[in-house]
């Protein structure tokens, strides 16, 4: 199995924002006021999304969930992997932690992989918090994407189900963290396993 590596993510953003589509209508309403609608995806888990967040697949081909909005510059993926597989990969790779939880060891690999493309500039302190009864997760950078001259706000927050690991990634513009933050922190916190 290999772990899923989302490098071109950022080269599909950087494309994404250089193709802007001014003639889009116009999406939700003040910041705080979206309204939301549920997705569910293949029986397995379902997030609220904003009504202005349209689907995608062209952010990363690994990603179970994919929503943009090129005209608000929000980004959202979200990437599940089997517990099982993921710690057996990274024991063979003698990266595995056993002081931490499965739930720590995807969050530092995932940051591992996110620091192969990007240089982080400022990281917050990881949050433990419950998500709908499940152990979770959540971190806030931003990090210049090589190639790009724009530093990215990173929303990401991780989940540990029953059989998986999840990964939401939700993005920005730095000076657009501000008015995106209540919206990714929403979404996020809507995770909810389908039983």
């Not at 993926?77 to 995807?106: C, G, M, T, W």
Request: proline share 2%.
């Amino acid at each position: 199995m290999n772990i899923r590596t989302p490098i071109f993510l950022f080269a599909l953003y950087a494309s994404a924002l250089g193709c802007r589509d001014s003639g889009n209508k116009k999406e939700g309403g003040v910041a705080g006021a979206d309204i939301y609608h549920t997705v569910s995806i293949d029986g397995n888990y379902r997030l609220d999304l904003p009504n202005f967040m349209t689907g995608t697949t062209g952010l990363n081909e690994e990603a179970s969930l994919q929503y943009q909005s090129l005209l608000k510059e929000a980004y959202l993926l979200v990437i599940d992997e089997p517990k099982a597989d993921f710690e057996e990969v990274y024991r063979v790779l003698e990266q595995y932690d056993d002081e931490l939880s499965v739930l720590q060891n995807y969050r530092d690999a995932r940051l591992q992989i996110l620091s192969r493309t990007t240089e982080i500039n400022n990281k917050s302190e990881p949050q433990s918090l419950r998500i709908n009864g499940l152990d979770a997760e959540t971190v806030e950078l931003d990090a210049i994407v090589n190639g790009m001259d724009n530093e990215i706000a990173y929303f990401l927050t991780f989940v540990e189900g029953e059989d998986n690991v999840y990964m939401i990634m939700a993005w920005t513009l730095k000076d657009k963290k501000i008015e995106h933050k209540k919206t990714f922190k929403t979404i996020a916190e809507s995770f909810e396993l389908i039983d």
